[in-house]
């Protein structure tokens, strides 16, 4: 699996649809929304649009992909941030790929290679898409904005899943792959770097039948939306409809996970919601 690619497919969105932010509709329900995430945005003039942040505004709770409000999803998360054996990238690639992967984390990411050497890959590979990103000023956080807001507000915070369940995704792939698809990103940076730009550039012009164009080319396409994706879209729309059902809410998610045959739309269109695209501008 190339992991550089999954990434990124879980920041931003596959979708055939025209919009990336959608008024979720039901006889006798109060309204919902459902905005579909790039988790950072790397441009100078970006900014949460005006239809996102009144449907924000008017909404009494917040559903994510996780809490990490939740000090038991926080303490989760602090205690399982390393990897299992803690020297296991030196078991995973040659003393020359470990030379070279070090060289590119202290010289270019700019971090002690001992400080990070027994991140998971996850975390590791975190670095690596935000320096990839080359931000020129304060990216836009949009998860973690969104979720700052709703603690000022007063907003409940729900969360779809835990640290513990999206880790697990993770270790379900084998530590090798994993190992040799970090490698792989650490030695491609000029691609992964264009690679990254234009998906973020697709993201803000709402362009969803170029991104899933550029989506459908990628490697792994299919293995990662099954395992990735589909699965947990069908968790999650079992506890959607009774959480929208309750008071109005703004559902925020990565935008991979908008579409397909499994994707949030198709399925909560399954389950009698109307689906209304709401065209929305990121540039001032």
Known sequence: MKYLVGLIFALVSSC???????????????????FGTMHMVCHVDASLPSEVTSAFTNAKQLVVEIDLTDSAQQRYLQQNVMQQPADYLRKHLTAEQLTNLRGVVENDLGYPYQQ???????????????????CDSQPLLLDEMLTQQAQVNS????????????????DSISLQEQVQALYEMAMNPQQNRDDLQELQSVYLNDDSDKLYEVMRSQADFDTFEQAFLSQRNKNWVTELPKLIASQPTFIAVGAGHLSGTDGLLTLLRQQGYEITPIPINFIR
């Open 16 to 34: 055939s649809f025209a919009n990336v932010f959608y008024k979720i509709e039901h006889e006798s329900q109060p309204t919902a929304y459902l």
């Open 116 to 134: 990070i050497k027994s991140l998971r890959p996850i975390f590791i590979n975190a670095l690596f898409l935000q320096h990839f990103l080359d």
């Open 155 to 170: 907003k409940a915070i729900v969360g779809l899943e835990t640290v513990a369940e999206q880790l697990a995704l993770f």
